[in-house]
C-alpha cells in the first residue's frame, strides 16, 4: 500500500491560505501609519478609491503573485476578496485588522499621497489634475 501523504484537501489548502493572509495583513503594523510605512517600504503606489489597484491590493497582489492558489486580489472597503484560480472555487473573504482598516480610509481620504500614483483615483474622480496644472510637492 502507498504511504505517500495524501494532497491536501481543498477545505484545508482554503484554510491554510485564509490562515496566511491573515498573517500577512496583520504583519503589516499595528496602526494605520504603520501600514502606509510598510508599503513605502515596499515601493507601493496605488490609486485611491480603487478596488483593484489601491496600494494595499497592489501590494498583496505582489506577495501573493507566486501562490498559483491565487487568481486576484480585490480591497472591498473593509474586506479582502481573493479569488482563487481553479474554475467554480468560491473565493476567500477576509476582514481585515483594525490598523489596516485605519489605513484603508486614510489612503482614500488622501492621507498617504506618498503612496499615490501621480493624482490617480478611482472613480469618483475626485482629486484628478488637469494637464495644465504642475504636480505639486508632495508630504513624506
Keep these: 500500500m ?3 501523504p495524501q494532497p491536501p484537501t481543498t477545505s484545508v489548502n482554503r484554510q491554510t491560505l485564509r490562515t496566511s493572509l491573515r498573517e500577512l495583513l496583520v504583519g503589516l503594523g499595528s496602526t ?3 501600514v502606509a510605512q ?3 517600504s515596499a515601493g507601493i503606489e496605488g490609486t485611491k478609491k480603487s478596488a483593484r489597484d489601491c496600494a494595499l491590493a497592489l501590494y ?3 506577495v501573493v503573485t507566486g501562490d498559483m492558489r491565487v487568481g486576484s486580489v480585490v480591497v472591498w472597503g473593509p474586506t479582502i476578496v481573493v479569488h482563487r484560480t481553479g474554475g467554480l472555487r468560491l ?3 477576509l476582514a481585515v485588522p483594525d490598523a489596516v482598516r485605519a489605513f484603508i480610509a486614510g489612503f482614500d481620504q488622501g ?3 506618498e503612496l499615490l500614483r501621480d493624482g490617480m483615483v478611482g472613480a ?3 482629486g484628478l489634475q488637469s494637464p ?3 504636480p505639486s510637492a508632495t508630504a513624506g
Design 2 to 4: 502507498d504511504q505517500s
Design 60 to 62: 498583496l497582489r505582489a
Design 124 to 126: 469618483s474622480g475626485e
Design 91 to 93: 473565493p476567500i473573504r
Design 111 to 113: 492621507y498617504y499621497p
Design 32 to 34: 494605520g501609519p504603520e
Design 38 to 40: 510598510t508599503l513605502r
Design 132 to 134: 495644465s496644472q504642475s
